[in-house]
């Protein structure tokens, strides 16, 4: 493929469909030949083909009228409204020499009819880029600000659903049938792997199907196979424990037989990894295929334990004890536009890296789906395990604002004797509702959880993947699977990548247009006090309630310290002496001083000493926390002061003269732009604020572990339990005291960050707004009608902003209706 087609595509803002064009050499002459089939089958996403037909065909009327080879960087276009004078047709070079505008390009008929957001995306970024090049090469603070800002103005946050859930019941299942992929994701009563990550999100680069392997590193596997090898050597004698077979499953599916006979050290030779050459390489494997079935088979020996019969015909080997995370995309899917589905193991990992990155993941899920079958649904364990465990990393430690439980396989119930259809689909509904009410009922038992999330926060589900797929005895509607679907739409619809980019497009073009024009230098001085006033009083507003903020924490964390000082030692032998575990015991302890006090059981039980050494702590404060940084709700951190920010420009367009209306606009933008910004800082940072209890007692056992870890020969489980013990008991009057001092600090510094990012960028902003003129700036009186167009579209709000202080009111009337 030549550069003039690279080109067009990235000008059409079809750069993702680069390399398919690259893999069918399509150059510049082919491409000028491409007829309807042949787009179809290069680009078969329906938006995307249809913007490309759109721009395939202005190119080949503009070559048939002009020189190609001389014209690449014009576009003719015709004035086309009943106002604009009949000056002929014009021009638009994009290398910026001609001041004509981007929107001249479009015909007028497209201006007036509905668009997509994904048009008027296109559009707006066009417009934008086409700006930028115009935008003079002075390096004076407008113009770099200016710059910069067209530069950062996409954004794509993810919102992340986290599906929990046992082998068994139904997740994979479940996720094909939401997303519409049936053969993606394998499933089926063979026991999936409990350590993979799986993400199943779209693919916006291609039309491929693909899969990318992320691995532990080496040094990760060497330090797991030492561990692994230890264990075995120490439990010889308890070849029935689940961690022992789980130790022995690992080393088999890798290296079948021969471990039982070499070393660890003989195991990184690289004749084990010839299949997968980028785990030594410490890279990502990427495998792409045409259908969700064929990537299915191709990455199934790197997320399972065992494979079907069918699947397992070409695998030798199993590779998933090596696997961090897959991350399958599929393309052409609405419903993971903005959204990424995650399989996820119970409730961490052994392994340290793929332990974080669970947590990682599990903090950053807006939403949880817990998986269960409906026939124990009330009374299965493992999943209110899972809640309850994972509760506080998904609420105060998180920004899960949803808990979903999902009933599988609700088409079960119902099953009896010669009834007819419709009585059969009664009985169904009618058990699914009484399976609903005894699941609401259990929820309303779980104390710790409801800490964190409030009843209005979880819902239930009863689906059935398979009646949904072949529609026999249920209504679509009775699996409830569309309503799955309209939920992760709505997520999608909520996160308006669109409206974001227009509205921030609105906002630089309203500067820079509110820059360009002269006079009104008293009006633009007298806005610029008050708003400096405005901005004083603001940060007040919002730094008071901080203050007391610090206050009610300091409190709340006291008394945590003396209740964790009187608990300590009987929570500790809680952990350290349980009643059913008898000798089996010895090898957990091992594995808890190895791993810094936090061992995952092959059954899923999670034991962290560390945890329960910080309960206390994290008890005295989820109220306060969860009342300070809020997961569900509109009002936002810190009692919603962030949220209510204002600089009242709003009251200031209906007060003052209208010469200053641009510049208001624009700081109207930077306002929400900087409350859009401090909540994801805030967001993220309350993360690492919560879980700094913890991540202090873990360093201040760490000493402990260490030692006891070291511990061999006779009596080593006694004397593993007291060297932890005595520790502990030297450690308590300080310990608690310094994870307190921690949090404060923490908390301190992030509301410090939050007023002085406040001030800087807002005090900056008004600066920018009224006390620059940029002399050289170009009108963008056109450019700016149009986004005002497409921004008042997206948003339903009347077009009732006319075009102020223009200096060339004849192209802004050209647009107008």
């Avoid at 409030?454 to 009775?478: A, I, Q």
């Avoid at 024009?517 to 009083?537: H, Q, W, Y």
């Avoid at 204002?646 to 367009?653: A, R």
């Avoid at 579209?793 to 209706?817: K, M, N, V």
Wanted: proline share 3%; net charge positive.
């Amino acid at each position: 493929m030549d550069d003039f087609v690279c080109n067009k595509l990235t000008e059409w803002n079809l750069s993702e469909w680069i390399q398919t064009f690259k893999d069918h050499k399509v150059d510049k002459e082919s491409l000028y030949c491409l007829e309807d089939h042949h787009i179809a089958a290069l680009i078969p996403m329906v938006g995307p083909q249809s913007k490309f037909k759109k721009r395939l065909k202005l190119l080949k009327e503009k070559q048939n009228t002009t020189d190609p080879e001389t014209s690449e960087s014009s576009v003719e276009v015709r004035p086309s409204t009943s106002k604009t004078n009949d000056k002929g047709k014009r021009k638009l070079d994009l290398q910026g020499e001609s001041s004509q505008s981007p929107a001249r390009k479009r015909p007028r008929e497209d201006i007036q009819g509905t668009k997509t957001e994904e048009e008027i995306l296109s559009d707006v970024k066009y417009i934008m880029r086409y700006v930028h090049q115009k935008l003079p090469h002075q390096d004076d603070k407008l113009n770099k600000f200016l710059k910069n800002s067209i530069k950062h103005l996409e954004t794509d946050k993810r919102e992340v659903v986290g599906v929990f859930g046992k082998t068994g019941a139904g997740k994979s299942s479940l996720i094909n049938a939401v997303i519409g992929e049936q053969d993606l994701l394998p499933s089926g009563s063979i026991s999936a792997c409990t350590s993979v990550m799986i993400k199943v999100e779209a693919n916006m680069r291609n039309p491929k199907y693909e899969a990318e392997i992320e691995f532990i590193t080496k040094e990760e596997w060497k330090e797991e196979l030492w561990t692994l090898f230890n264990f075995l050597g120490d439990n010889e004698d308890q070849e029935k424990d689940e961690d022992y077979q789980d130790s022995v499953e690992k080393l088999s599916v890798l290296y079948g037989e021969e471990w039982r006979n070499k070393s660890p050290e003989n195991f990184m030779d690289k004749k084990y990894f010839r299949e997968i050459p980028e785990f030594l390489l410490s890279k990502s494997k990427i495998l792409t295929s045409d259908t969700a079935k064929e990537l299915s088979a191709k990455f199934v020996k790197y997320t399972r334990s065992e494979s079907k019969e069918e699947d397992a015909k070409d695998v030798k080997r199993l590779y998933w004890p090596l696997v961090k995370c897959v991350t399958v995309r599929v393309p052409k899917n609405r419903l993971l536009q903005h959204v990424t589905l995650v399989d996820l193991p119970g409730n961490g990992d052994r392994n340290k890296s793929r332990d974080r990155m669970w947590k990682k993941v599990v903090g950053s899920c807006s939403t949880v789906w817990i998986v269960t079958e409906i026939n124990r649904a009330a009374s299965e364990k493992e999943s209110w395990e899972i809640l309850e465990e994972s509760c506080s990393l998904m609420g105060n430690g998180g920004e899960c604002q949803q808990i979903h439980f999902i009933c599988t396989k609700s088409d079960s119930l119902g099953r009896s004797g010669n009834q007819s259809a419709a009585g059969v689909r009664a009985q169904i509904l009618k058990q699914n509702e009484q399976a609903k009410k005894k699941v609401r009922a259990e929820f309303s038992k779980l104390k710790d959880v409801k800490k964190q999330f409030s009843e209005e926060c979880f819902k239930v589900f009863t689906v059935s993947s398979k009646e949904f797929m072949r529609k026999k005895r249920l209504d679509p509607d009775d699996t409830e699977i569309p309503r799955l679907q309209e939920f992760l739409q709505d997520l999608n619809n909520s996160h308006s990548e669109t409206l974001n980019y227009v509205s921030g497009a609105r906002g630089i073009l309203s500067l820079i247009q509110g820059a360009s024009s002269r006079g009104a230098a008293d009006i633009k001085m007298a806005v610029f006090i008050e708003l400096e006033e405005n901005l004083s009083l603001e940060l007040d507003k919002v730094r008071e309630p901080m203050k007391e903020t610090v206050m009610a924490f300091k409190k709340c964390l006291s008394g945590g310290v003396e209740k964790s000082k009187s608990s300590c030692e009987k929570v500790l032998k809680s952990v350290l002496y349980p009643t059913k575990k008898g000798g089996a015991f010895h090898m957990i302890l091992k594995c808890l001083v190895q791993n810094g006090g936090i061992h995952k059981t092959k059954k899923g039980k999670l034991i962290n000493i560390n945890m329960k050494l910080t309960s206390c702590l994290t008890d005295s404060i989820d109220e306060e926390f969860k009342k300070t940084f809020p997961n569900e709700g509109n009002s936002g951190p810190f009692n919603g002061v962030i949220n209510a920010f204002s600089l009242g420009t709003e009251k200031l367009m209906k007060k003052e003269c209208e010469n200053v209306k641009l510049q208001l606009t624009f700081l109207k933008t930077e306002e929400e732009k900087m409350k859009t910004n401090l909540n994801k800082l805030i967001r993220e940072r309350k993360k690492t604020i919560y879980s700094s209890l913890t991540t202090t007692i873990e360093e201040k056992m760490k000493p402990c572990y260490d030692r006891a870890k070291e511990i061999r020969g006779e009596g080593t489980l006694k004397n593993m339990r007291e060297t932890i013990e005595m520790h502990v008991h030297g450690s308590k009057n300080d310990m608690f005291a310094q994870a307190k001092d921690a949090m404060m600090k923490q908390l301190r510094d992030l509301m410090l960050e939050i007023l002085e990012k406040q001030c800087n960028m807002m005090q900056k902003s008004i600066e920018l707004s009224l006390k620059t003129d940029g002399v050289s700036i170009p009108d963008v009186s056109v450019e700016l009608e149009m986004v005002k167009k497409y921004y008042n579209e997206l948003t339903g709000s009347p077009d009732d902003d006319a075009i102020l202080c223009s200096d060339s009111p004849g192209q802004a009337a050209a647009l107008r209706p």
